[in-house]
């Protein structure tokens, strides 16, 4: 199976400019541990996680309105919507990371996450 069969594609992003606030309601809104960073071209250019997050406000001095360039990881592990999703998962699991984004020239196209390898492992 290939990630562009198995990956979401309506994914939450952001903007590095955008405040923390800003992530911390849309992930309680939807639900979500991970949220790309796109500039205006929908280039990922990061990825905040709510282990960011809670990092960054665990510090006393913290705002919730400092920007995400601030936090984000920057360090992407990535794969193209023609990668097999078993590499996929290795990756995952080889660098620890809770999703994959699907980039397809340079753009965000698409997100894998340990909840989607879940709930394939549901349907089998």
């Given at each position: 199976?290939?990630?562009?069969?198995?990956?979401?594609?309506?994914?939450?992003?952001?903007?590095?400019?955008h405040g923390f606030?800003?992530?911390?309601?849309?992930?309680?809104?939807?639900?979500?541990?991970?949220?790309?960073?796109?500039?205006?071209?929908?280039?990922?250019?990061?990825?905040?996680?709510?282990?960011?997050?809670?990092?960054?406000?665990?510090?006393?001095?913290?705002?919730?309105?400092?920007?995400?360039?601030?936090?984000?990881?920057?360090?992407?592990?990535?794969?193209?919507?023609?990668?097999?999703?078993?590499?996929?998962?290795?990756?995952?699991?080889?660098?620890k990371v809770g999703?994959?984004?699907?980039?397809?020239?340079?753009?965000?196209?698409?997100?894998?996450?340990?909840?989607?390898?879940?709930?394939?492992?549901?349907?089998?």
């Open positions: 199976m290939l990630a562009r069969e198995f990956m979401t594609e309506d994914v939450l992003t952001v903007h590095p400019d606030n800003r992530v911390e309601i849309m992930a309680e809104l939807k639900h979500v541990r991970h949220v790309p960073v796109v500039n205006e071209d929908s280039e990922l250019i990061g990825i905040v996680s709510i282990r960011d997050l809670l990092g960054h406000l665990s510090n006393a001095a913290a705002s919730h309105f400092a920007p995400i360039r601030e936090v984000m990881s920057k360090d992407l592990v990535t794969a193209s919507p023609d990668s097999d999703i078993k590499e996929v998962a290795r990756l995952m699991r080889d660098r999703c994959v984004p699907i980039v397809d020239d340079g753009k965000l196209v698409g997100l894998i996450s340990e909840r989607d390898f879940l709930s394939l492992i549901d349907t089998l």
